[in-house]
């Protein structure tokens, strides 16, 4: 099970922490990462003088569920008896229950740390294969019952949360059982697979084989096929592999109206609008995922890591523009960092690092080598472990991302920054606040920015409340300074109070309109989008 591998009230893996050592030194737990074991002798100094965080004051977390704390289990008697019929596994247990009630959003972090949910899911069931999803969707259309399908749990903007108002049986559909590569074609360079796989399992299982799809997200370690289909993902890699929605031949669903797929498998069709864009990106609001032929390629020749350093934030965005286009004496408090990656055969390789460093040169870079790029992209899969240190010692923190045409990128990221800082100020922190940014993937017309924004909020009654006050300017000002509501992350609950703005009043009701055909007494309720 995977709650024995993972923390149940954090990210990750139980053997991988950032933790404070006897000697007061920051270090990394564990064996799964090139940082396990070692000592980062600045890390103290620096949350100390970010935050006003002490080592003196540290807040407890609860060691383990209490299971009193958690609401009861309340099945459709009818509906449990027709499941067992099925042969289908599934628990009512407390902690299987209670894993699966949640994403990764502060406030659900917070949440496990220190209280306990209104509302969970009754139920929890693994199907094995796509007939026996068809079969819990079918019962729970005759039984008139909530779904809410579970890939990886890595969400971040509160898609599995439980509505609290949902008064039926509430089933969380996990697809981790469904993990195999049904086929390999070696000649389309195609694999279908299905949707519960997670993102390092169909890696390693693709490359027995000698292929692998490239797309690597900073979640890959958990998340699932069926939930970067789910939420229109996008990986580190994109500017050689392409996004999810680049990536997908043909998608297999099961809704309420039935399954829903394509009469053939082909890189392009000219049949109306395409309906694997009303999956992509649905959110669990239509059905289940069940089955995605993905392309796949050979794994690359080669692979080199590298690392460029410029001597300001605005020189960095200039040049990565400049790249998207194509293809010392530097302050350390404004020094910016990019952290490459080439992969493909040697020769192309070693052209487009010669490429990519002479454009570095012009914007004023320069070459930080080989290791400090491998560290840099390494710590893309580690960067989420550093919120739970955080909220041991009263710091909250959380990361939203955006798209942003080239022309706007300083700006917004100026704006946004500034922002924050103000309505901390605002609200009554009483620390200087994190506020910065980095720019992740790369597009001829714009780019990809994260936020990371964090603060002590020692001194606040309701931490949560004022940080969830705090997002919401910042992302008003992003969309007011022409940003996008999500590149990535998606909407789920978090932010759909947006979606009429982002995307038209008529557009919306596009979107009502699929939901009401396909799902007309709303089992997929998780009330995501909409």
Known sequence: ??????????????????????????????????????????????????????????????????????????????????????????????????????????????????????????????????????????????????????????????????????????????????????????KNLTACVEAGIVGQDLEKQLAESGFCTGHEPDSMEFSSLG??????????????????????????????????????????????????????????????????????????????????????????????????????????????????LFEGDREKVLQHEKQVYDIATKFGGLAAGEDNGQRGYMLTFVIAYLRDLGLDYYVIGESFETSVPWDRVLDLCRNVKERIVRECKEKGVQFPPLSTCRVTQTYDAGACVYFYFAFNYRGISDPIHVYEQIERAAREEILANGGSLSHHHGVGKLRKRWMKESISDVGLGMLRSVKEYVDPNNIFGNKNLL
């Open 1 to 186: 099970m995977r709650q024995e591998l993972l923390k149940w009230n954090g990210w990750g893996y139980n053997d991988s922490k950032f933790i404070f050592n006897k000697k007061g030194q920051a270090e990394f737990t564990g064996k799964r990462y090139r940082l396990g074991g070692m000592v980062l002798p600045t890390f103290k100094e620096w949350i100390e003088k970010a935050f006003g965080a002490s080592l003196e004051h540290k807040t407890t977390s609860r060691a383990s569920l209490n299971v009193n704390d958690v609401p009861p289990s309340i099945v459709n008697e009818e509906f449990l008896q027709d499941l067992i019929a099925t042969k289908i596994s599934y628990s009512q247990d407390a902690e299987d229950r209670v894993f699966r009630a949640h994403g990764h959003c502060l406030h659900e972090i917070f949440v496990l740390r220190e209280g306990m949910f209104k509302r969970i899911p009754d139920i929890v069931v693994w199907p094995v294969c796509h007939e026996d999803v068809v079969k819990i969707v079918e019962l729970a259309c005759k039984h008139n019952l909530c779904i809410i399908p579970f890939g990886g749990g890595t969400s971040v903007s509160s898609a599995l949360e439980c509505p609290e108002e949902e008064k039926r049986t509430i089933v969380s559909l996990d697809t981790s059982q469904m993990n195999r590569i049904l086929w390999i074609d070696e």
């Open 227 to 340: 939930g970067w289909v789910a939420t229109r993902a996008s990986g580190m890699k994109k500017n050689i592999y392409g996004n999810i929605e680049d990536l997908v031949i043909h998608i297999k669903m099961v809704t309420p109206r039935g399954i829903v797929e394509k009469n053939c498998q082909v890189p392009r069709m000219s049949t109306g609008p395409d309906i694997h864009h009303f999956i992509m990106g649905s959110e669990g609001t239509l059905g289940v995922v069940t089955e995605v032929t993905i392309k796949i390629r050979p794994i690359p020749e080669y692979q080199k890591y590298g690392s460029v350093v410029f001597p300001n934030f605005e020189r960095g965005v200039a040049c990565l523009r400049e790249v998207a286009k194509q293809f010392k004496g530097f302050d350390p408090n404004v020094l910016c960092v990019a952290t490459l």
